[in-house]
């Protein structure tokens, strides 16, 4: 367990928040969307399901006194993963956005990939292993 650092707990909210209104959009506005991006409304209905539960993980351990290094880490590597793994959806053929649709793949990713750096460097300033 760590003390998490002021600027990791900003950085786990700002994720939790932007993760928290990207799940409500995708969940119930996927059908409105979909059309929209080119983007299988299944695609993104799932992710918004998805983004429900990530968003209840990082809200919680951005509201924690001492969060496990492990978790905060698995954050940080599912965030860049998120990020590699948009960006290869891109080129994979699997899906065909259009100019929106690659728009707004290419921003959530950067995005995100912007949340696992400032979640970095907030472990990287946290203090280290709390003893019972």
């Known amino acids: 367990m760590i003390h998490p650092s002021t600027f990791l707990s ?3 909210l700002a994720d939790a ?3 928290g209104v990207a799940a409500v959009a995708l969940t119930l506005g996927a059908g409105t969307l979909a059309p929209y991006l080119n983007l ?3 695609l993104l209905r799932e992710t918004g399901l998805f983004l429900i539960a990530y968003t209840a993980l990082v809200g919680w351990l951005a509201t ?3 969060v496990m290094k492990a978790l905060v880490l698995f954050v940080i590597i599912g965030n860049a993963a998120w ?3 948009s960006i290869a959806l891109l080129f994979s053929g699997i ?3 259009n100019l929106l649709g690659q728009v707004f793949i290419v921003a959530q990713a950067i995005a995100t990939g912007v949340f696992a750096e400032l979640q970095y460097v907030g472990l990287r300033k946290s203090s280290g292993t709390v003893t019972a």
Do not use: H, Q
């Open 83 to 85: 990020t590699l793994g």
């Open 40 to 42: 299988p409304e299944v």
């Open 64 to 66: 924690r006194s001492t």
């Open 17 to 19: 928040i932007f993760s």
């Open 95 to 97: 899906v065909s956005p």
């Open 10 to 12: 900003r950085a786990l």
